[in-house]
């Protein structure tokens, strides 16, 4: 997956959804990532995908990604 195409699926990132990635070739205990009240923090010159919670922001190797699941706002019936 490239930077661009990450991007794109984040999009959906508003601060009011929890994210999980999970990752190729980590170490067991770091093959996932769990953001709470994700938000996509829009591009910046350095062109790294960067994800916040508030408190902290996470840049993310899209290369690295082997998915990303992203709560939905409201439970589906």
Same mark, same amino acid.
């Given at each position: 997956m490239t930077s661009e195409q990450l991007r794109q699926a984040l999009r959906e990132l508003d601060g009011e959804r929890e994210a999980l990635f999970a990752f190729f070739d980590m170490a067991e205990h770091s093959t996932s990532l769990v953001v709470k009240g994700a938000m996509l923090i829009p591009d910046e010159p350095d062109h790294m995908v960067k994800v916040t919670d508030g408190k902290?922001?996470? /840049? /993310?190797? %899209?290369?690295? /990604? %082997?998915?990303?699941? /992203? %709560? =939905? +706002?409201? +439970? =589906?019936?």
């Open positions: 902290h922001i996470y /840049i /993310i190797d %899209a290369e690295g /990604i %082997a998915f990303v699941r /992203i %709560a =939905l +706002k409201t +439970k =589906l019936n």
